[in-house]
């Protein structure tokens, strides 16, 4: 028990210091600050951009890992959860390298469709989709497999087709992983920080999420870093709430 306490406390004593150094006297005229308000709105919009880019690619390929056989498909679903441990600032020279003016892919894009990606809010999104989608692709890959076959057998059986079953019964049956998925995909897009400098810079108002604007607090304006501190944590705490007992069983 008492190494099992001190894990504990190493775990819980900085989210009580983050608490009880809070400026709650101040807290809402903080908040109103045009500069957080700007970093939020930020965060909010380009976290849900990225989790809807994470849907649109990450049920197909996490359909395609769980229903599909083929050569190379532990290689190909050790590569799709690379980004849970790379560290997030080699995603973004990564990000930077292909997506870049002068990249693989992003110097083909500026030189064909005058469409540059880095240091926009576009490549915000996308430096948050790259470290996120692992999370909805686990999840909804995990669903698929549990996920009792006999209900799309049975509807093939009667006559519906690939698409019918898909929409019909597939997304039905797995609907409560693609919901776990996608809180924490949108989470992980909330708090990303170092793909984000690394790929899309900090501009405010255009590039400066909620993160971003937290280390750049601690040098001027510790207090706002506090109240910008808070309101990820409690983001976190919302996505704990939503999401329990998924994993462990208990309600």
């Known amino acids: 028990m008492v190494p099992a306490m001190a894990g504990l406390a190493f775990l819980v004593l900085p989210l009580a210091g983050l608490l009880v150094r809070a400026p709650w006297s101040t807290l809402g005229t903080r908040l109103a600050e045009p500069h957080v308000l700007e970093a939020l709105r ?22 395609t890992l769980a229903r599909v056989p083929f050569r190379g498909v532990r290689l190909v679903r050790a590569l799709v959860t690379v980004p849970l441990v790379l560290p997030p600032v080699v995603g973004g020279v990564a990000l930077l ?29 996308l430096a948050e989709a790259f470290v996120a989608m692992p999370f909805l692709v686990i999840s909804v890959e995990g669903a698929l497999r549990a996920a009792d076959h006999r209900y799309e057998e049975a509807a093939a059986t009667l006559g519906a087709g690939r698409w ?27 708090g990303e920080f170092g793909a984000t400098i690394t790929f899309a810079g900090s501009f405010p108002g255009r590039t400066q999420t909620m993160p971003l604007a937290v280390y750049l607090a601690l040098e001027t304006d510790p207090q706002a870093a506090i109240v ?11 996505v704990l709430a939503a999401l329990r007992g998924r994993w462990t069983g208990t309600s």
Not at 44 to 61: D, E, I, K, N, S
């Open 42 to 63: 930020l965060s909010l919009v380009t976290a849900t951009l990225a989790t809807g880019l994470c849907l649109l690619l990450g049920v197909p390929l996490a359909w």
């Open 97 to 125: 390298l292909v997506l870049g003016r002068r990249g693989l892919v992003g110097g083909r894009l500026d030189a064909a469709f005058g469409i540059t990606l880095p240091f926009t809010t576009a490549g915000v999104v």
């Open 228 to 238: 910008l501190s808070l309101i990820l944590l409690a983001v976190a705490v919302l």
């Open 164 to 190: 019918t079953v898909f929409l019909r019964v597939t997304l039905p049956l797995v609907a409560p992983g693609i919901a776990a998925g996608s809180v924490l995909c949108w989470a992980r897009a909330l």
